[in-house]
């Protein structure tokens, strides 16, 4: 008895030692061919502590399968073991998958200002790994519960009844599988992408993360709003980098009409060449509406995205108010009244002496213009033939 234990510990001495020697050997390679590849250092970071645990297990199981000395607690430590193999295997291919995807959003940065094609392959990336992930996951579970004989048959029924299983799942999943197809919609149409700039739900943010049931913005304001991906495969939303970050703005301004839209045009340009907020694309001036006592001036001025062109519109706002005030104080918006002691009479007349006499009413010539707009009849008076 004492020999088939010794022999047990020897072999799970020569198996750890394999797995170091192993571990060991990988963690060389791998150093080396970081020298000249950076795939080779990001694959060593992430994946060597599921390498080590995998190689582990392995001899550990070997050495159990082989020397072992009770049959009954060698197969409890077997199957333990096989999961243990199992559940390092998945750990291990899900850390691959980080790997690859990382590299690959390596290649595309997105803190750049034209970041259509990075943002695009980002937002696909990162969705194709949560679900690469998932399937990982799933098919690891599976893979431990099909080691247990009950499962099994549990797992055949299931099988038989396939079809009317197939029918009740979709049911009661229903909202969470709209999701789901909704968010692959989004990801592989390409209408959104992470760091777009949208309007949704009447509220302006950039997607800060979008996964298989929902959409993260992040608020202008530091809030988080989280939709469900039906909401953008159903609902009508503002993208503003469908195409590219490059945004334009308008900034408007209500100034009397001793205005000067030629001197204001000119310290426009002055004011978007002192800053770097301005893309140098479009800064015009123009005069869109003179209605009811005022003159709309309308500023339009571009930017490299949504942040940089608010803050531009409000730079360029206060610039021109400090502007107009200092340097053109009569263009400031006034209103006019014109004050009457009385209804229609002019300051300093006498009211008691002047004739009211409205438009059609009031007088003789008055009546008479009435009878010519409104065609009236004249009216003869009858008189008593007594008198």
């Known amino acids: 008895m004492w020999d088939q234990w010794t022999q047990f510990g020897v072999a799970v001495l020569i198996a750890v030692a394999a797995a170091a020697v192993a571990a060991v050997i990988a963690s060389i390679v791998l150093a080396i061919i970081a020298r000249r590849r950076r795939w080779a250092g990001v694959l060593s970071r992430q994946s060597r502590a599921p390498f080590r645990m995998l190689v582990l297990v392995t001899a550990l199981w070997v050495a159990v399968r082989v020397a072992f000395p009770d049959e009954t607690w060698g197969g409890i430590l077997s199957r333990i073991l096989t999961i243990a193999i199992i559940a390092a295997s998945a750990w291990l291919l899900a850390s691959l998958v980080v790997v690859a995807t990382d590299i690959a ?59 009317i299983a197939s029918v009740v799942a979709g049911l009661a999943a229903q909202s969470v599988l709209a999701n789901v197809f909704a968010g692959l919609q989004i990801v592989f149409s390409d ?13 302006w943010g950039r997607v800060g993360e979008i996964t298989l049931s929902y959409v993260v913005l992040d608020l202008w304001d530091d809030r988080r709003l989280v939709l469900p991906c039906t909401y953008f495969t159903t609902t009508p939303f503002e993208n503003w980098t469908r195409r590219g970050s490059e945004l334009l703005g308008a900034v408007e301004m209500d100034l009397d009409w001793n205005v000067s839209p030629e001197r204001m045009r000119e310290h426009l340009h002055e004011i978007v060449a002192g800053t770097d907020l301005w893309d140098g694309r479009t800064a015009v001036l123009q005069v869109t509406d003179a209605v009811a006592g005022y003159v709309r001036v309308r500023i339009l001025v571009t930017a490299k995205d949504a942040p940089t062109l608010f803050d531009l519109r409000c730079l360029v706002r206060e610039a021109m108010v400090t502007w107009v005030q200092r340097t053109m104080p009569d263009a400031l918006p006034v209103q006019r009244v014109r004050m009457t002691d009385d209804a229609g009479a002019a300051p300093g007349e006498d009211t008691e002496t002047r004739p009211h006499d409205g438009l059609f009413t009031g007088s003789v010539e008055a009546e008479r213009r009435a009878s010519t707009f409104t065609n009236a009849i004249p009216i003869v008076r009858q008189t008593d033939p007594e008198h």
Request: overall charge positive; glycine content about 8%; proline content about 1%.
């Open 105 to 163: 959003l390596g290649r595309y940065r997105i803190d750049v200002p034209d970041n259509r094609v990075a943002r695009r392959i980002r937002t696909q990336t990162l969705v194709v790994r949560r679900l690469a992930i998932a399937i990982i996951v799933i098919i690891g579970i599976g893979a431990v519960l099909l080691t247990f004989d009950s499962v099994r048959a549990v797992g055949a029924s299931v099988l038989a009844s396939a079809g």
């Open 191 to 203: 209408s959104l992408r992470v760091d777009d700039v949208v309007v949704a739900d009447g509220e």
